[in-house]
T-cell receptor, first 114, second 112 residues
Framework: AQKVTQTQTSISVVEKTTVTMDCVYE???????LFWYKQTASGEIVFLIR??????ENATVGHYSLNFQKPKSSIGLIITATQIEDSAVYFC???????????FGQGTKLSIKP | EAGVTQSPRYAVLQEGQAVSFWCDPI?????LYWYQQPRDQGPQLLVY????????NSQLPSDRFSAVRPKGTNSTLKIQSAKQGDTATYLC??????????FGPGTRLLVL
């Protein structure tokens, strides 16, 4: 069975600090892709960052980085120097190779306080 | 480069009514996806196309939902005889050759 689990329902941090969001996944496939998206208050879903399962190096884009622990089936999202505008719901998603569809977690609501 | 566009942005129906959602993917993206996102949940795939061909519609409630992409560009998702349980946001996404998916703004549907 393919499944993505985000156990943190909500997180609140002070601006300019670092936050980590957890995500674990289940798959029988040896090749897969992992994604993080954020959904803003307006409902827009924005692609943030991606990790391919065969890559050992953690992906980094701007102030987003990933903590990919393949033996634990875990893909954490790290946001450094958080800003108020980072407040959103963050979704972890998985796509098995050649299957096309994204399987999403339940989402983690991030609130950044001044 | 223009993103994925969808219309309408909102729809309110009575049970039993029909509604259609329209999606224009990013230019050059051959793969188009429709997702349903119930409130406070992650999106769930309904159907996806590569060009005009349906690749996976296994999660599409076939008795009331239908989706087409006749020329391999724009797509329409239709719900006939809507139910209150269909209340959700309907999201369209596109990708080039099955790569990273980019989402449109969604259509928020409320069925009374």
């Amino acid at each position: 069975a393919q499944k993505v689990t985000q156990t943190q329902t909500s997180i609140s941090v002070v601006e300019k600090t670092t936050v980590t969001m957890d995500c674990v996944y289940e798959t029988r496939d040896s090749s897969y892709f992992l994604f993080w998206y954020k959904q803003t208050a307006s409902g827009e879903i924005v692609f943030l960052i991606r990790q391919d399962s065969y890559k050992k190096e953690n992906a980094t884009v701007g102030h987003y980085s990933l903590n990919f622990q393949k033996p634990k089936s875990s893909i954490g999202l790290i946001i450094t120097a958080t800003q108020i505008e980072d407040s959103a719901v963050y979704f972890c998603a998985m796509e098995n190779y050649n299957q096309g569809k994204l399987i999403f977690g339940q989402g983690t609501k991030l609130s950044i306080k001044p | 480069e223009a993103g994925v566009t969808q219309s309408p942005r909102y729809a309110v129906l009575q049970e039993g009514q029909a509604v259609s959602f329209w999606c224009d993917p990013i230019s050059g993206h051959d793969t188009l996806y429709w997702y349903q996102q119930p409130r406070d949940q992650g999106p769930q795939l309904l159907v996806y196309f590569r060009d005009e061909a349906v690749i996976d519609n296994s999660q599409l409630p076939s008795d009331r939902f239908s989706a087409v992409r006749p020329k391999g560009t724009n797509s329409t998702l239709k719900i006939q005889s809507a139910k209150q349980g269909d209340t959700a946001t309907y999201l369209c996404a596109s990708s080039p050759g099955g790569d990273t998916q980019y989402f449109g703004p969604g259509t928020r549907l409320l069925v009374l």
